[in-house]
């Protein structure tokens, strides 16, 4: 809801205006093709397997991207254990081996996974269940509250934007960016579960590419994986951020709308 419309409308505008003209459609979810069934399947009755509910992942361009760019700028780093994350309003991690993508926090839809903005990112089921079936919210007002209404603008109720609570100091906002931390660093190491081990973090997009505070927050919680961040660098916003006894750590600009040009030139090309 947050996306699709947006998405679509161009696309049947210029189907209308420019018959001819041909569209290419660049989809987030196909840099995780990759990812294992067993990693993939949710424990559901395999009846609804012919309704596509699956977990897919999200933010793929921007990994897509991140994987292409660690091959430029540190090839030895490309084939090993890393966890790349996408921090931004809405917020994933990935974790990639070889550069392909093995698992990722977000599922079936862009909702799931970490705390973002103004979505709630992973919830017991049965609280959905209790706001249906005992508060009576469901169908468009559900989606509206989990969507928009969530996320560190629920948990601050002041905003959803992480610059602006970082500046605040009130308590509900100094919770909502510890909540955000937490929540990354602790499926940061569900990630690395599945990986065996970790061997490089990245982080991207706007507050990972520009939040030393966060940065710092999440690394502080994997030291046990080997993660320890150099603090000038981090507060400099560095190339690389890590300490010498660290894994590395780097902080690396996404950018999404190359990986889509590169797709569009290939079809256009074919």
Request: aromatic share 6%; hydrophobic share 45%.
């Amino acid at each position: 809801p947050l996306h699709q419309p947006r998405s679509l409308a161009p696309i049947r505008t210029l189907a209308v205006l420019r018959p001819d003209l041909p569209q290419v459609g660049c989809f987030d979810t196909a840099f995780h093709q990759t990812i294992d069934p067993i990693v993939s399947r949710f424990a559901l009755p395999r009846r609804f397997d012919e309704d596509g509910i699956r977990r897919y992942g999200f933010h793929g361009l921007s990994y897509e991207y991140i994987a292409g760019r660690l091959k430029e700028i540190a090839p030895g780093l490309a084939a090993k254990r890393t966890i790349v994350a996408h921090l931004g309003n809405g917020a994933s991690l990935c974790a990639m081996r070889d550069g392909r993508s093995v698992d990722t926090t977000m599922s079936f839809s862009a909702l799931d996974g970490l705390v973002m903005g103004t979505r709630c990112g992973a919830i017991d089921p049965g609280v959905l269940l209790y706001f249906i079936l005992e508060r009576g919210i469901a169908g468009e007002a559900l989606q509206h509250m989990l969507y928009e209404e969530s996320g560190l603008l629920g948990i601050s109720a002041i905003s959803g934007d992480m610059r602006t609570l970082q500046a605040s100091d009130d308590r509900h906002a100094r919770e909502a960016v510890d909540l955000f931390a937490f929540r990354a660093a602790r499926e940061a190491a569900a990630l690395a579960n599945t990986l065996g081990g970790l061997e490089c973090l990245v982080f991207t997009a706007g507050i990972g590419e520009r939040s030393a505070l966060v940065r710092k927050a999440i690394c502080e919680r994997l030291h046990w994986l080997g993660v320890a961040i150099d603090e000038p660098s981090n507060a400099s916003h560095a190339e690389i951020i890590s300490r010498p006894d660290s894994i590395e750590i780097r902080v690396v600009a996404t950018d999404e709308e190359s990986i889509i040009a590169r797709h569009a030139r290939a079809q256009g090309n074919a």
